[in-house]
């Protein structure tokens, strides 16, 4: 068993990213993100490994250590990049979690591939994992692991965490192999969800589809319960909130705002270019405002960071060429000499611009259509210990239900965009300050240390005996 690892995490990507040096040497750097940071301790402890893809179709490599992890790469060909990850993946799961925002393709190619390389994960996972291990399968392009793992390795500890939503009955109920993919999800002893809602819609599904009873959290099979829970993911707070007391980037986002013409209100939106993110309703309601003179020229600008996503899938192509006229659009009508309204930046920037730009905004604007948490409306937040700043923030995103103080609105109604964009310009020092106060208290206590470690202790205390099945209602929950 040497060589073998207690605690495992599998996902699609590995947390590291290849970089070439000038002299053509290849070496690998942990990526950002708050995962990764949050579980890098416990495999640190737990002498833990990872299994995912390295992101180069077509490679094979050998299990290497980097930072105190030991990193599984799991290859994929450039056939599977396009049929399980652009494919099934973000073309058909994408889609369908987030309420059918755009149209998911159903392909059989596509499922079949998805099929295939969640096995190559799963046997990946089973030869890592020591007797009695802790595997921790993360999101939606690998829903099938759970349950192949288990056959192989019915002595491991399995717990899975969606982090997008998972949608209602009705929608999911669309899927032609929607049988394998709860099944897939069964495998796990605990099942994590962004939300109670996420959670509940599971449990439902899993009555309607499979005929199983539930009670409370946890979901009766013949010979073992699932746990379902929700567990709202959150950021670094610590980290942010340390950055933006360095005095660089204090300097720096004091630049920015120079920069962009020092108006009175910076509005910024920060999110990958995806559809599933209201960028368009959001820009729609700020060219709106100026042009009903309720924004005079001069006054405020929006900036608009839209990071480059999955640019070979139809859908994502279709939406920059939308999102790039329209900016054109606004600029073309409301720009004057020495006044840029919108500043839209189709790029990706290190972490510490980013903070910058947080620092120096006033309004953070935040409008998906639907979202499973959203941590960019966290980061904000994050940012802000000078208690200067308003949110904006969709109903549609799980962060919706922890920011209760943010400036909510519908998406979908672009009035009501309108009406709270205004609403967080105008506010009083005092009021943005009292909003921000509570909203700050929410995110340093549930951070994402805490989000890892509360999912962690569910997976390892033990659910109930099977035979409580008897007394599970079936129209509980
Ligand atoms: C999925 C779910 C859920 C963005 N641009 C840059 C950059 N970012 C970082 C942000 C933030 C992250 O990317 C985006 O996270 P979100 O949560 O906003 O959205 P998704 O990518 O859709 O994430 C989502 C999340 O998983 C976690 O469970 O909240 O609902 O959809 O951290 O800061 N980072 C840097 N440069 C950029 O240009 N460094």
């Given at each position: 068993m040497t060589g073998r690892s207690s605690f495992l995490i599998v996902a699609n990507r590995l947390p590291v990213d290849r970089t070439i040096e000038p002299d053509g040497t290849a070496s690998w750097r942990r990526s950002p993100g708050g995962l990764v940071t949050a579980i890098a301790p416990v495999m640190q402890r737990r002498h833990g490994a990872w299994a995912g893809w390295h992101g180069a179709p077509d490679e094979k490599l050998e299990p290497f250590e980097q930072g105190g992890m030991n990193l599984i790469p799991v290859p994929l060909s450039a056939r599977e990049v396009e049929l399980y990850y652009e494919g099934f993946s973000n073309a058909t799961l994408w889609p369908l979690y987030h309420d059918v925002v755009a149209p998911p393709v159903f392909e059989r190619e596509m499922w079949e591939a998805y099929r295939e390389v969640n096995e190559r994960f799963a046997n990946a996972a089973a030869e890592a994992a020591e007797e009695g291990a802790v595997v921790w399968v993360q999101d939606y392009?690998?829903?099938?692991v759970p349950a192949m793992l288990r056959r192989i390795r019915p002595d491991l500890r399995i717990g899975f965490f969606l982090h997008i939503p998972f949608p209602p009955v009705e929608l999911f109920w669309r899927l032609p192999w929607r049988k394998d993919l709860v099944e897939g999800l069964l495998g796990a002893d605990l099942v994590g969800f962004q939300l109670p809602g996420g959670a509940s819609n599971f449990r439902r599904l899993c009555r309607r589809l499979l005929g199983l009873p539930y009670k409370g959290n946890e979901i009766f099979l013949d010979d073992r319960v699932v746990r379902t829970q929700a567990f709202p993911i959150s950021v670094d707070f610590g980290q942010l909130d340390a950055l933006v007391r360095d005095p660089n980037i204090v300097a720096r986002a004091k630049e920015i705002r120079m920069e962009l013409g020092d108006p009175e209100h910076v509005l910024l939106g920060v999110d990958r270019l995806d559809y599933t993110k209201g960028i368009g309703q959001r820009l729609e309601a700020f060219g709106e405002l100026l042009k009903d003179h309720r924004l005079e020229a001069g006054e405020a600008v929006f900036v608009q960071i839209a990071t480059p996503s999955r640019e070979r899938v139809d859908e994502y192509r279709r939406l920059r060429d939308d999102i790039e006229l329209q900016v054109g659009r606004i600029n073309g009508e409301h720009a004057q000499l020495g006044y840029q309204p919108v500043w839209y930046f189709h790029q990706s920037y290190d972490h510490e611009e980013l903070a910058a730009l947080y620092l120096a905004a006033d309004v953070m604007v935040v409008t998906p259509l639907r979202d499973g948490m959203n941590l960019v409306a966290k980061e904000y937040i994050s940012c802000h210990h000078d208690l200067h700043g308003a949110l904006v923030l969709s109903?549609?995103?799980?962060?919706a239900d922890e920011l209760r103080q943010a400036y909510l609105v519908n998406p979908y109604d672009v009035e009501d965009v309108k009406r709270q964009m205004v609403a967080a310009m105008r506010a009083t020092p005092h009021e943005l300050a009292r909003r921000m106060r509570t909203m700050r208290r929410r995110v340093a206590t549930y951070d994402v240390d805490r989000w890892a470690s509360e999912f962690l202790t569910a997976l390892e205390s033990p659910a109930s005996e099977p035979s409580m099945r008897r007394s599970a209602s079936w129209r509980s929950g």
């Open positions: 392009q690998l829903q099938l109903e549609f995103a799980g962060a």
